[in-house]
Antibody, heavy 120, light 113 residues
């Protein structure tokens, strides 16, 4: 069965950087769509970014130009490099697998999440 | 971006009764080439990640109890829990995967009355 474990969250000052990791097991991450989704405290879910199996990447408007998604196929691990962090980036960040579904995909496996707090 | 609007924000239902959650998209999520609605529903219990319940607006994910059902097309969708159980207490969110960014609704909190 697929399993995802996020790490790398923590407290960072505004303007700082952080890199999140998501270790995948039970499947090959590079053969799937892999996404990051975040949830601010007490708020709804916000899609952040996706990397397709072919390597194409897309970002939500709120993080475009500041965040970068990547993967290491040899480690079966997904990353999210977050730069120029703002207080509004404070959230639990989830890694999710996108299962191909017609012309798009659905998130069928999720990690437990890692908390990122941006504060001085 | 496609805006997803859910209603109500919360609802309290007696055990065994029906719960109905609505989701409206700002533009159609029906893809004409395959006639499928790219709308999914997720359940999130406290302290847990979301869980996929339904995709293509009405297809139950494997292992999801049949008391959960989805309906609707185009811009208006509904998630129904036919007979609420105690373990169904959670926040339910809709999400469109018609176009990036894949936006979510704000969530509906379901509680026991």
């Amino acid at each position: 069965e697929a399993h995802l474990v996020e790490s790398g969250g923590g407290l960072v000052q505004p303007g700082g950087s952080l890199r999140l990791s998501c270790a995948a097991s039970g499947f090959t991450a590079s053969s799937n769509y892999m996404s990051w989704v975040r949830q601010a405290p007490g708020k709804g879910l916000e899609w952040v970014s996706v990397i397709y199996s072919g390597g194409n990447t897309f970002y939500g408007d709120s993080v475009k130009g500041r965040f970068s998604i990547s993967r290491d196929n040899s480690k079966n691990t997904l990353y999210l490099q977050m730069n120029s962090l703002r207080p509004e980036d404070t959230a639990v960040y989830y890694c999710a697998r996108g299962r191909s579904c017609g012309t798009s995909y659905v998130f069928d496996y999720w990690g437990q999440g890692t908390l990122v707090t941006v504060s001085s | 971006d496609i805006v997803m609007t859910q209603s109500p924000d919360s609802l309290a239902v007696s055990l065994g009764e029906r719960a109905t959650i609505n989701c409206k998209s700002s533009q159609s999520v029906l893809y004409s080439s395959d006639n499928k609605n790219y709308l999914a529903w997720y359940q999130q219990k406290p302290g847990q990640p979301p869980k996929l319940l339904i995709y293509w607006a009405s297809i139950r994910e494997s292992g999801v109890p049949d008391r959960f059902s989805g309906s609707g097309s185009g811009t208006d969708f509904t998630l129904t829990i036919s007979s609420l159980q105690a373990e169904d207490v959670a926040v339910y969110s809709c999400q469109q995967s018609y176009s990036t960014p894949f936006t979510f609704g704000g969530g509906t909190k379901v509680e026991i009355k």
